[in-house]
């Protein structure tokens, strides 16, 4: 399969030692790969590095083959991305915030600001200043600009972080949307073990800065485990075991 | 190239989106034209002639660049730079198909646009201001003006670039604006006491318009500040954006 993104032997140790060791995993394209592990695991410091935000210390990322720390251009030009909480400018528009967006990317259409805010349900308030904007909003307005350039990767970090279970929902059918009628290719992040089995097809286990295990949802199964949270806490327990022995 | 031009448009937008900045704008415009009245009407009042409608807008621009116009720079590169880091929306550019250099010329260029813009509006101002005061209006004056204001902006240019690259030591848009003024009062009065230090700050050369207007003009002293700034311009310029590369999110 097309590889997409090709994250080889990635390692970034913070002073307090914490950080990710030695991380490879791939994405095909029409992926959508769910990165799971829990908070401060290290799945938003893999995906900085990913996006440009963060310089491994050892490794080297690519996107559609070009690599991220030497051809940010190219590597990112089909790539959207929303990281962390989704931050806008407070003291403009929800859709003046697009617009600004909008401009870095010559070939999109006027017409694309419309089609994510209708899409994401903020064309009521497109016109109201984003600091009015709640929680939910915010990451809504996050998940339309980084869809905005009909990106052919989207790299997202917990998504529905802040969502109520309406926005929770509606990101999951975005998604699942993208991924069927545009082929979009998706990395997620997330702690919600029961968001990645509703939307990914692929799944990487990050436990203590490293990825534990990766693969197919079903072939993880293997007819052992009933459900992901259950294989999680298989893999997690070895994990440790193996450590400790080590 | 299509992501510097969008880039340095998105830059100057933001600039021009705050409140604040075109508060700031606004007082560059009407301060000028609110002195020159007062002093119009002091003028007449005590029958006085300090100050004729030639000088005014000369005057009114070194007390600008010596006071206001700094201001306005230091609190435009925090915004631009350690501020967007403080509010968390410097990743909102820094996740696109644009290289960080071209981010960094961009946020430095709308700076300098806006730069522009002040000069511009103090000029504006001082030029409506000086038809209250005495004294025939010559072209010879305009066009003096208009040197002393372009070749104003230089300095400015430079002390901005100086304040991009302190703010880069910073994480709120606060913390980088105190340091700049702080930075900025001792360096100026600590030239009074160790006059030397003009020697090395592009503060000292705020009031480079005047040269310009020296009949001869003193080209040998223009040629050396100008290197001087460029200098400062070209070493503080690489030396920022070093640290912006470099800097994590």
């Known amino acids: ?246 | 190239m299509h992501s510097l031009y969008a880039n340095v448009r998105n830059e100057a937008l933001k600039i021009a989106l705050k409140k604040k900045n075109w508060f700031f704008l606004l007082m560059t415009f009407a301060i000028p034209i609110g002195a020159g009245v007062l002093l119009a009407n002091v003028q007449s009042g005590f029958g006085l002639g300090v100050m004729t409608s030639g000088e005014y807008p000369i005057a009114v621009l070194g007390l600008f660049t010596g006071i206001f116009l700094p201001l306005f720079v230091f609190m435009g590169a925090a915004d631009q730079f350690s501020g967007e880091h403080g509010d968390r929306t410097m990743k909102n550019v820094l996740t696109r198909p644009i290289s960080r250099f071209k981010v960094f010329v961009s946020k430095q260029a709308a700076l300098g646009v806006a730069i522009a813009a002040h000069l511009f509006a103090a000029l504006a101002g001082s030029s409506i201001a000086a038809m209250f005061l005495s004294g025939s209006f010559r072209l010879g004056d305009a066009l003096d003006w208009l040197i002393a204001y372009g070749a104003a902006f230089l300095p400015l240019l430079a002390l901005s670039i100086a304040a991009v690259f302190l703010a880069q030591f910073f994480s709120s848009g606060i913390g980088a604006l105190a340091a700049s003024v702080l930075l900025y009062v001792a360096l100026r009065a600590g030239a009074f006491f160790l006059p030397q230090l003009n020697s090395y700050s592009p503060t000292a050369y705020l009031n480079w318009h005047t040269l310009w207007l020296g009949n001869p003009l003193p080209a040998g002293q223009l040629g050396s500040v100008f290197m001087f700034l460029a200098a400062c311009c070209i070493l503080l310029f690489t030396a920022g954006f070093y640290f912006f590369d470099k800097k994590e999110l």
């Open chain 1, 1 to 246: 399969m097309d590889q997409i993104v090709e994250v080889e032997a990635v390692t970034k140790l913070y002073r307090n030692r914490r950080g990710i060791r030695d991380v490879t995993l791939n994405v095909g394209r029409g992926d959508v790969y769910g990165l799971f592990g829990p908070n401060g695991a290290g799945k938003t410091t893999l995906m900085k590095i990913m996006v440009g935000l963060s310089r491994a210390n050892k490794g080297k990322v690519k996107l559609f083959g070009h690599d991220v720390a030497t051809h940010y251009e190219q590597a990112m030009g089909k790539v959207g991305v929303l990281i962390e909480t989704a931050e806008a400018y407070e003291y403009m528009s929800g859709r003046k915030n697009l617009e600004l967006a909008a401009r870095i990317y010559p070939e999109l259409p006027a017409k694309r600001v419309d089609e994510v805010l209708e899409l994401v349900g903020l064309s009521a308030v497109q016109h109201e200043r984003a600091g009015k904007y709640s929680l939910g909003m915010k990451q809504r307005l996050g998940l339309a600009s980084a869809i905005l350039s009909k990106p052919e990767l989207l790299i997202l970090d917990e998504p529905t972080n802040g969502l109520d279970i309406e926005g929770t929902v509606q990101i999951r059918e975005i998604v699942k949307l993208l991924a069927r009628e545009e082929r979009t290719t998706f990395l997620i992040s997330s702690h919600l073990i029961r968001e990645m089995e509703l939307m990914c097809n692929r799944i990487g286990i990050v436990h203590d800065g490293r990825l534990i295990r990766e693969g197919g949802c079903r072939e993880l199964l293997e007819g052992r485990f009933s459900s992901l949270e259950e294989l999680y806490m298989h893999e997690v327990e070895q994990d440790r075991r193996a450590m400790s022995h080590a």
